[in-house]
């Protein structure tokens, strides 16, 4: 689904470690372990309206909005 809506865009990188990694998967650890790894990109979390508004009950969510811009993109339909 990603290679779709990136369209083979090269300014986008695809990672599968949240599969890689196995169990319960926190938006907070793959944002720290890509600002970890990565740390002079900035980071961007794109998410649905609905997501944005239900951030305060995700882990750690403070953290997140340190580690990452969120952009809220309204889903077709």
Same mark, same amino acid.
């Given at each position: 689904?990603?290679?779709?809506? =990136?369209?083979?865009?090269?300014?986008?990188?695809?990672?599968?470690d949240?599969?890689? /990694?196995?169990?319960?998967?926190? =938006?907070?650890? =793959?944002? &720290? /372990?890509?600002?970890?790894?990565?740390? &002079?990109?900035?980071?961007?979390?794109?998410?649905?309206?609905?997501?944005?508004?239900?951030?305060?009950?995700?882990?750690? $969510? /403070?953290?997140?909005?340190?580690?990452?811009? $969120?952009?809220?993109v309204? /889903?077709?339909?």
């Open positions: 689904m990603l290679e779709l809506a =990136t369209g083979g865009n090269p300014a986008f990188g695809i990672l599968d949240e599969l890689q /990694r196995g169990g319960v998967s926190w =938006t907070i650890d =793959t944002l &720290s /372990r890509l600002a970890a790894d990565r740390p &002079s990109d900035s980071l961007h979390l794109i998410l649905g309206p609905d997501s944005l508004a239900g951030l305060p009950g995700w882990r750690e $969510p /403070r953290r997140i909005l340190e580690l990452a811009d $969120p952009l809220a309204e /889903r077709a339909g």
